[in-house]
């Protein structure tokens, strides 16, 4: 059985692995899709530090092929989420009965193996039943809409209020329909035009280049003011001293999203502005939102650039994207069952 394993950087391997049996209560899930994300791209370059050896993998969805005895509301044949996070048992929330609020959250392929192989056995909870209406490929999103929902609850915005997102690929494509859903007006921006016309084609007006026209743009969208809150996809590679252009005095700035690149806000402008500075790069108990809103068409990806792979080899993939070979903001999915 295949099972992808990172023995240290950009030396990923394929070493078929024997499952283990399942206690009762855990199940054993059949891989079936896998999202190549950019946080398997950043471990497989070794800018996070890992013990090694560690099997990367942070979205997917399968098949239960098992269940254990003491497992509840998961059977067999089920489709299912594979959550990306876990409690990690140890903080006192956790000590005390309250791992909803666990304040050190363990992470797919970074603190615990995670799904680039083709079957996981794991505690029951930590699946998602997937109803008919959420396809696989909208499953392997949840995180990112996640995400998405995380900054918006941290947010505390009231509805009609402007936030700019900054990057239209694929997490802030997600993160501009999440606003939206929620009756915030999203401004995307971005350099790519290929991106900017998918959002507008997606309920997304103000869509606009990082270009000189930018401020007045901006003006035309805010009615004169600047937004309500900034939000930084680290995964636009676009510069982060674009933000001071956008944000009001006394906002927020949200920088979402892993990334390697080094880019820097001034503390002076920061300081300026009286800005709150936040960081949100996780969906830890977001997984029954999300699906919840996706039941009810929040997020539609019908116009993401996608590729479906049925014989992708993981390391060459991985190898491409750090290149620059492979095209970023692509959502590149391995289908594990033919």
Known sequence: ????????????????????????????????????????????????????????????????T??????????KGMR???????????????????AKECTSYLTAGKDFD??????????YDDVAPLPDSVDDSLALCIESIGIAENIYDKLNLSAGQRVAVIGADFDGFITAQVLAYHKIVPVLIDNNPANLERAKNCG?????????????????????????AVIYCAS??????????????GKVLVLSCNSTIA??????????KNMTVIGVSNAYDYTDTVINMLIHGAVNIDRLDKEVLTDGNPAQLLAERSSGVAKRGKMTVLKMIL
């Open 204 to 228: 997304v007006h103000y869509s606009f280049a990082a270009d000189d026209d930018l401020e007045q743009n901006l003006t035309g969208a805010t009615s004169g003011n600047l937004c309500d």
């Open 1 to 64: 059985m295949d099972s992808w394993i990172l023995k240290g950087v950009k030396n990923l391997v394929n070493e078929p692995q024997t499952v283990n049996c399942i206690s009762p209560t855990q199940v054993k899930v059949r891989v079936s899709h896998l999202l190549l994300t950019d946080y398997d791209e950043i471990l497989y370059n070794g800018a996070i530090e890992l013990n090694y050896p560690k099997i990367p993998g942070r979205a997917a969805v399968g098949i239960v």
């Open 66 to 75: 098992e269940v254990g005895e003491n497992c509840y509301g998961v059977e």
């Open 80 to 98: 299912v989420y594979l959550k990306p996070t876990r409690a990690c048992g140890d903080c006192l929330p956790c000590k005390s009965g309250k």
């Open 114 to 123: 995670g799904f680039m192989r083709d079957f996981v056995v794991c505690e």
């Open 263 to 272: 880019a820097t806000l001034s503390a002076n402008t920061v300081l300026e």
């Open 236 to 249: 636009s590679r676009l510069p982060l001293s674009l933000c001071s252009r956008m944000i009001g005095n």
